[in-house]
């Protein structure tokens, strides 16, 4: 397979993963809203089950850089979230 072929799947995969992205944070938006009755943001514990389900789902190899883009996920969420909030 050639450089250009390689970079096209790369192209489609990070098409897929925006428009992810785009679902999951308007997910998170419509929980803020839920939250919005006195429920705080950070939930530690579903944080936590999330971070094990997630790491579950990729090979050894690649937990530590999953580790560091589901931390990031979560972060820029939870910023989402109190954006919504005001």
Do not use: H
Request: proline content about 2%.
């Amino acid at each position: 397979m050639t450089l250009d072929e390689l970079r096209k799947q790369i192209d489609e995969v990070d098409a897929e993963l925006a428009a992810l992205f785009a679902q999951r944070m308007a997910l998170a938006g419509r929980v803020a809203e839920v939250k919005r009755g006195g429920i705080a943001v950070l939930d530690s514990v579903r944080e936590e089950m999330v971070r094990r389900q997630f790491l579950a789902q990729v090979p050894p190899e690649l937990e530590k850089y999953a580790q560091t883009l589901l931390e990031t996920l979560l972060a820029v969420s939870r910023d989402y979230q109190y954006e919504v909030l005001g």
